[in-house]
């Protein structure tokens, strides 16, 4: 695959940044890709900001909602996996009065920059970038990532079912009113979640995220501490009556050994989970309810 290094982005694009939000499950190809994003960009002209646009293929989201995602000029993706990508328009000029030419959709995989020409299959919420150059830049080619290339999810769960099967299931993220969890590089602290898998005697779970390690990678957590410690603590409602402790053991592990829960009843079920993380990442709290 060919891929343009990361660092050479400074001089080359004039697009806000992007905060990756939630992970999402991965679609099925002929569904539309409505965890994927679009920002044709924008630009300033006579002091006055001015939005590039896309008239096909997505829905443009409010104001509002782009400010929660601190990314301008977003758009929602309406296509399928497969599908062609839409075409962006501006009416930016460069110096010499002619318009910039948009040289095709971007986004960052594995810290490089890579170039799509067709809508990607992606397992969790991804932004891609419109690419404009003016005349006076030097062109370069499209890059078309290999077969079944997938953006890999920043947060997910492995559970190595009792069967010998090992799945992954990915995290999405949502805000906590828990002010001392960590942020895993979020402007807030964050919880993650999955909703409506199931669980069958003997299933182990190891959690992978991405935002408590300088890794770029999601590593196994929690993460060990100065002390070479970490701690996994399963947590309760009274509001629901429900105890995590009656469906989990947890292992926090050792240094050799990662840290796992299990899934502990004689009965299968389907759950929602919700995990928090505190003390930089070394304690890792979990909370296991029932589907309803």
Same mark, same amino acid.
């Given at each position: 695959?060919?891929?343009?290094?990361?660092?050479?982005?400074?001089?080359?694009?004039?697009v806000?940044?992007?905060?990756? !939000?939630?992970?999402?499950?991965? =679609?099925?190809?002929?569904?539309?890709? %409505?965890?994927l #994003?679009?920002?044709?960009?924008? /630009?300033?002209?006579?002091?006055?900001?001015?939005?590039?646009?896309?008239?096909?293929?997505?829905?443009?989201l409010?104001?509002?909602?782009?400010?929660?995602?601190? @990314?301008?000029?977003?758009?929602?993706?309406?296509?399928?996996?497969?599908?062609?990508?839409?075409?962006?328009?501006?009416?930016?000029?460069d110096?010499?009065?002619?318009?910039?030419?948009f040289?095709?959709?971007w986004?960052?995989?594995?810290?490089?920059?890579?170039? #799509?020409?067709?809508?990607?299959?992606?397992?969790?919420?991804?932004?891609? /970038?419109?690419?404009w150059?003016?005349?006076?830049?030097?062109r =370069?080619?499209?890059?078309?990532?290999?077969?079944?290339?997938?953006?890999?999810?920043?947060?997910?769960?492995?559970?190595?079912?009792? $069967?010998?099967?090992?799945? &992954?299931?990915t995290? &999405? =993220?949502?805000?906590?009113?828990?002010?001392?969890?960590?942020?895993?590089?979020?402007? !807030?602290?964050?919880?993650?979640y999955a909703?409506?898998?199931?669980?069958?005697?003997? %299933?182990?779970? $190891?959690? /992978?995220?991405?935002?408590? @390690?300088?890794s770029?990678?999601?590593?196994?957590?929690?993460?060990?501490?100065?002390?070479?410690? &970490?701690s996994?603590?399963?947590?309760?409602?009274t509001?629901?009556?429900?105890d995590?402790? %009656?469906?989990?053991?947890?292992?926090?592990? $050792?240094? &050799?050994?990662?840290?796992?829960? @299990? #899934? =502990?009843?004689?009965?299968?079920?389907?759950?929602?989970?919700?995990?928090?993380?505190?003390?930089?990442? $070394?304690i890792?709290?979990?909370y296991?309810?029932?589907?309803?």
């Amino acid at each position: 695959m060919k891929k343009i290094l990361a660092f050479a982005l400074s001089s080359v694009f004039a697009v806000s940044g992007a905060v990756v !939000f939630s992970a999402c499950a991965h =679609k099925e190809k002929s569904a539309p890709q %409505d965890n994927l #994003y679009f920002v044709p960009g924008i /630009y300033v002209t006579d002091g006055v900001k001015v939005e590039n646009s896309l008239s096909s293929g997505a829905t443009k989201l409010s104001d509002e909602v782009c400010a929660e995602m601190n @990314t301008e000029n977003v758009y929602r993706c309406t296509l399928p996996a497969g599908a062609n990508l839409p075409v962006p328009t501006s009416k930016r000029k460069d110096k010499d009065d002619n318009l910039y030419t948009f040289n095709g959709w971007w986004a960052i995989v594995n810290a490089t920059v890579t170039y #799509y020409e067709k809508v990607p299959t992606v397992a969790e919420t991804t932004f891609l /970038y419109a690419d404009w150059r003016a005349d006076l830049s030097q062109r =370069k080619d499209p890059v078309i990532p290999d077969a079944g290339d997938e953006v890999e999810p920043v947060h997910y769960m492995s559970v190595k079912h009792a $069967s010998g099967d090992t799945e &992954r299931i990915t995290l &999405r =993220k949502a805000y906590t009113n828990m002010t001392s969890a960590e942020t895993l590089g979020y402007l !807030f602290p964050v919880e993650l979640y999955a909703e409506g898998f199931e669980l069958n005697k003997g %299933d182990v779970i $190891s959690v /992978y995220t991405t935002g408590l @390690t300088d890794s770029e990678k999601a590593v196994i957590s929690p993460v060990l501490d100065s002390n070479n410690t &970490r701690s996994i603590q399963l947590e309760k409602s009274t509001q629901k009556e429900n105890d995590t402790a %009656d469906y989990l053991t947890a292992d926090p592990g $050792s240094q &050799r050994r990662a840290p796992t829960v @299990t #899934y =502990k009843p004689e009965t299968a079920g389907t759950f929602n989970i919700y995990i928090k993380y505190f003390n930089k990442g $070394s304690i890792m709290a979990v909370y296991l309810e029932p589907k309803d």
